[in-house]
């Protein structure tokens, strides 16, 4: 059963641009959250949905947004990005129950220059 | 707001060792995780503990959670090279919240030389 991939792995963005990030869960998994992992906060939550609906948020400005689809993929947009954005984006799938075990994705590397 | 502090920030050992990591707050937490993660990979789950005072074995990793919920411990004992990488513990927030709504500690960095 193949994992959770996110695309792309690696992105490079200069101050002010917009980004999009994207995100599949393991087959069957409905839920998909998104994390923000950096050297000096370590892994915030971003936001969590569950069957196109955002079931939490975590302490972001506006300018962090996300929408899951019908086939529960998912993508995180990032707007006016700034320098503090630079982190590894990370997404995680669960089944569907508030219980169930969380699988992490690889990562996308997001630099802003 | 619920914050989970781990200790120690890096540590760098030799293979054979033993040692303790630990996860601590002021908060009560109804259960809590650890997770592994390598360079350029996602954290892995090794393990949930929930009942206060449990112990969980995997192997060599031995878990803990403490009788008051608030803090836990994970200790490995003999380590070996393939040990190396973040260690993470998570817990969801008070107030429900699911396990796709996490809040991590800052994780301790272990480095096991050969």
């Known amino acids: 059963k193949a994992g959770v991939t996110q695309t792309p792995r690696y992105l490079i963005k200069t101050r002010g641009q917009q980004v999009t990030l994207s995100c599949s869960p393991i087959s069957g998994h409905r839920s998909v959250s998104w994390y923000q992992q950096t050297p000096g906060q370590g892994l915030q939550f971003l936001f969590e949905?569950?069957?196109?609906?955002?079931?939490n948020k975590g302490n972001f400005p506006g300018r962090f947004s996300g929408r899951q689809f019908s086939n529960s993929r998912s993508e995180m947009n990032v707007s006016t990005l700034e320098l503090g954005d630079s982190a590894l984006y990370l997404c995680?799938?669960?089944?569907?129950?508030?219980?169930?075990?969380?699988?992490f994705g690889p990562g996308t590397r997001l630099t802003v220059l | 707001t619920q914050l989970l502090e781990q200790s120690p920030q890096f540590l760098s050992i030799q293979e054979g060792e033993n040692l303790t990591v630990y996860c601590n707050s002021s908060?009560?937490?109804?259960?809590l995780q650890w997770y592994r993660q390598e360079p350029g990979e996602g954290p892995v789950l090794l393990v949930t503990v929930v009942t206060g005072g449990e112990v969980k074995k995997l192997k060599r990793l031995t878990f803990q959670f403490g009788d008051a919920r608030k803090d836990s411990s994970l200790h490995i004992t003999a380590a070996q090279p393939g040990d190396t990488g973040l260690y993470l513990c998570a817990g969801p927030p008070k107030g429900g919240g699911s396990q796709g709504n996490l809040i991590f500690g800052k994780g301790t960095k272990l480095s096991v030389k050969p």
């Open positions: 995680a799938s669960t089944r569907a129950a508030s219980t169930d075990t969380q699988y």
């Open positions: 949905y569950f069957s196109e609906t955002q079931r």
């Open positions: 908060s009560v937490f109804s259960s």
